[in-house]
């Protein structure tokens, strides 16, 4: 497509349920990032793919937190037993190589009541 | 480690003015790259350029001009003639490949506020 697709673009569910957020790169794009953005706050490193594989994962927060991207295209990153503390704007980015410019999507607005 | 430092919390200027956002970056790799994004109130994060530790030229792109100054490890961003348009909040990030694996490491953010 012509730039990051993120869906969906909020989400609002109870504490103690699971949440899978997609992210849809740039066509060609062999890297993917997701980031965490708090309010008033620079995105924060979650986790990398080059195609499909996980390369660095070392900003995932703990163990309820994974990520996904089988065919080196489309990713999902999954919260099991959602907290509070897990609200935030969670964002991905593409870029055509792992040097490249990374262009980022709209965002999933993630709300745990 | 590799840091990024933004100064400016926030600026006000009128609309017209030249204004200045700061940003002074730390690495120990040879081979870095500087990005500033912008952030406007609608939340989407823009792209705006990206430079490599060997290319000390600056860059003019419109109203838009980046001073990459290695001497002092400094990549400032100045907007000429300001516009409302403009305000929002100016990411400056880095990547290297030693520390951060080409992860971006961002900056506080500065917050410009251009009044009419």
């Known amino acids: 497509g012509a730039g990051v697709s993120q869906s969906p673009r909020y989400k609002v569910t109870k504490r103690g349920q699971d949440v899978a957020l997609r992210c849809d790169p740039i066509s060609g794009h062999v890297s993917l990032y997701w980031y965490r953005q708090a309010l008033g706050q620079g995105p924060e490193f979650l986790t990398y793919f080059n195609y499909e594989a996980q390369q660095d994962k070392s900003g995932l927060p703990n163990d309820r937190f994974s990520a996904e991207r089988p065919e080196g295209s489309i990713s999902t990153l999954t919260i099991q037993r959602t907290e509070q503390r897990d609200s935030a704007m969670y964002r991905c980015?593409?870029?055509?190589?792992?040097?490249?410019?990374?262009?980022f999507g709209d965002g999933t607005r993630l709300s745990i009541l | 480690a590799q840091k990024v430092t933004q100064a400016q919390t926030e600026i006000s200027v009128v609309e017209k003015e030249d204004v200045t956002l700061d940003c002074v970056y730390e690495t120990r790799d040879t081979t870095y790259y500087l990005f500033w994004y912008k952030q406007p109130p609608s939340g989407e994060l823009v792209f705006l350029i990206r430079r490599n530790s060997f290319d000390e030229q600056n860059e003019i792109s419109g109203r838009y001009s980046w001073n990459f100054q290695k001497s002092t490890s400094s990549f400032n961003f100045t907007i000429t003639a300001s516009q409302v348009v403009d305000s929002a909040v100016y990411f400056c990030a880095l990547s290297d490949d030693r520390d951060s694996n080409y992860q971006l490491i961002w900056g506080a953010g500065t917050k410009l506020i251009i009044k009419p």
């Open positions: 980015a593409s870029s055509l190589a792992r040097r490249g410019a990374q262009h």
